[in-house]
T-cell receptor
Framework: DAKTTQPPSMDCAEGRAANLPCNHS???????VYWYRQIHSQGPQYIIHGLKNNETNEMASLIITEDRKSSTLILPHATLRDTAVYYCIVRAYSGGGADGLTFGKGTHLIIQP | DTEVTQTPKHLVMGMTNKKSLKCEQHMGHRAMYWYKQKAKKPPELMFVYSYEKLSINESVPSRFSPECPNSSLLNLHLHALQPEDSALYLCASSQGIQGNNYGYTFGSGTRLTVV
């Protein structure tokens, strides 16, 4: 799986959009970008994933650059409950297949009131 | 049911004790996982079960013994642990080879303290 680079921490004001960057310059053509988050003392939670097109769901939007070497997770209206560690993971799609997820260090997003 | 349930939520055990962590899911997922997470670190994969057979062991010490009695249950048997084994133990499940797009579902974990 390709390596990812994320800032260790970010702050965002409540009610504003939180934009979390991820660099994955060695991504290969069959690798997807996945985002998970982990709220303190809970298990990681799936947010969104994409291959090359921008994706949106009820939680967030994922913007992938045209060369696919970086992406941005957008939480459109951040709330205090969005304070968490956000993990960007690049891996070949195996349908949630049985090979586990490899987590990097992630970004600790702190939403300020 | 879209959850992975882990019990107990907290466990304190002595170094000579034997205890077990339990994980249960009823989503029909055929792959189940154990992760270990130390404070302020990302989760680290320990074991993978695929269709009730152990498929990946990430060089975990033998004092950790996984068991998958059926497709819905996953246990982690603990014996002769060390204080440095204190951590949050996370269970996860996924569809398996013929999966969907939503990846992995994690439980809330068992907070283990070895004294």
């Amino acid at each position: 799986d390709a390596k990812t680079t994320q800032p260790p921490s970010m702050d965002c004001a409540e009610g504003r959009a939180a934009n979390l960057p991820c660099n994955h310059s060695t991504i290969s053509g069959n690798e997807y970008v996945y985002w998970y988050r982990q709220i303190h003392s809970q298990g990681p939670q799936y947010i969104i994933h994409g291959l090359k097109n921008n994706e949106t769901n009820e939680m967030a939007s994922l913007i992938i650059t045209e060369d696919r070497k970086s992406s941005t997770l957008i939480l459109p209206h951040a709330t205090l409950r969005d304070t968490a560690v956000y993990y960007c993971i690049v891996r070949a799609y195996s349908g949630g297949g049985a090979d586990g997820l490899t987590f990097g260090k992630g970004t600790h997003l702190i939403i300020q009131p | 049911d879209t959850e992975v349930t882990q019990t107990p939520k907290h466990l304190v055990m002595g170094m000579t004790n034997k205890k077990s962590l339990k994980c249960e899911q009823h989503m029909g997922h055929r792959a189940m996982y154990w992760y270990k997470q130390k404070a302020k670190k990302p989760p680290e994969l320990m074991f993978v079960y695929s269709y009730e057979k152990l498929s990946i062991n990430e060089s975990v010490p033998s004092r950790f013994s996984p068991e998958c009695p059926n497709s819905s249950l996953l246990n982690l048997h603990l014996h002769a642990l060390q204080p440095e084994d204190s951590a949050l133990y996370l269970c996860a499940s996924s569809q398996g080879i013929q999966g969907n797009n939503y990846g992995y579902t994690f439980g809330s974990g068992t907070r283990l303290t070895v004294v």
